[in-house]
């Protein structure tokens, strides 16, 4: 059995004014059975430093830091790393419940033939941080539970997976920039057992500095494309999904090296990072206030 219950997992590279503050919350809120597991991707912003005073100091339990081809490289490296049972893909500037978290691995802990972990979500804009939007795949997990569709997609940000479970349903694709979505679509037309938790345990932050390429949207066409040749995906919409398109939008890990300049800038900015960590506070305070709100249950 795994000394370690849970892995919360992050990749990084140049987030450092971000990191630090989704650390700071993570590692607070860390119980005994839980471990730390930091893979960045060789950044030059200060990052790769401050990791390895946290490792040193214990604070963080596995880190390494080294260049990755891409970001679904230093995903699955954080992935077959960790050691927990349970793990959670963290990223470093979005916004979690560690309380909704720990529910979800009471509930796969307790019902070990579960694979996976899926919530509600909130989304919201750090310059807009007081418009905050629900958002969920309940529907789709509905319609694909029933049979009456082969596959759905959903956002790893609020996913925890079985670490076992990786053997059948493998690691992230390396040859997808939209690496959760194909993820999410190979997981459920495997059938993996998945369980939708009502709650929310994340709130996704549409930060500056996540910039998208410009071949972005032809390269995500492309993708959606092979998404539903090879999972029969029929999409939320006719041609892309609408989940794909939410991406785009935002600009979420397009590009795995985007954004160093400007969050580069941020951190010789003391005014400018006191003012965010502000509203990442107002916005933790906001995601357990609607958990509090919400009478959440777990569907099989």
């Not at 939008?249 to 941020?266: L, V």
Request: proline content about 2%; glycine content about 6%; aromatic content about 12%.
């Amino acid at each position: 059995m795994s000394a370690y219950q849970l892995s919360f997992i992050i990749a990084t590279r140049n987030r450092l004014p971000f990191l630090k503050i989704t650390l700071e919350k993570l590692m607070c809120a860390l119980q005994p059975d839980e471990e730390i597991v930091v893979v960045d991707g060789d950044s030059t912003d200060g990052a790769k430093e401050y990791l390895q005073q946290l490792f040193g100091e214990g604070k963080i339990h596995q880190f390494v830091s080294e260049p990755d081809h891409n970001q679904a490289h230093g995903w699955n490296k954080a992935l077959l790393l960790a050691r927990g049972t349970i793990i959670k893909k963290v990223i470093d500037d979005d916004v979690y419940s560690f309380t909704a978290i720990s529910k979800c691995k009471q509930f796969m802990l307790a019902n070990p033939l579960v694979d996976i972990c899926i919530s509600n979500g909130l989304t919201a804009d750090l310059l807009a941080p007081e418009e905050i939007a629900t958002t969920g795949r309940l529907k789709y997990f509905k319609e694909w539970k029933s049979g009456n569709a082969n596959c759905f997609t959903f956002s790893d940000v609020y996913m925890l997976i079985r670490k076992s479970a990786l053997s059948y349903l493998g690691l992230f694709d390396t040859q997808f920039t939209m690496l959760d979505w194909e993820y999410s679509l190979r997981c459920s037309y495997l059938k993996a057992n998945i369980v939708y938790y009502t709650g929310y345990n994340a709130l996704s932050v549409n930060t500056p500095g996540n910039v998208t390429s410009s071949a972005g949207a032809e390269t995500l066409k492309r993708e959606g494309i092979i998404g539903k040749e090879k999972y029969g995906y029929k999409g939320d919409r006719s041609d892309i999904s609408l989940f794909s398109e939410m991406k785009i939008a935002i600009g979420k890990a397009i590009n795995y090296k985007a954004g160093t300049r400007n969050t580069q800038a941020a951190a010789a900015q003391p005014s400018a990072v006191a003012e965010m960590e502000e509203v990442y506070n107002r916005l933790y305070d906001a995601i357990e206030a609607y958990n509090l709100g919400t009478e959440a249950a777990f569907i099989s």
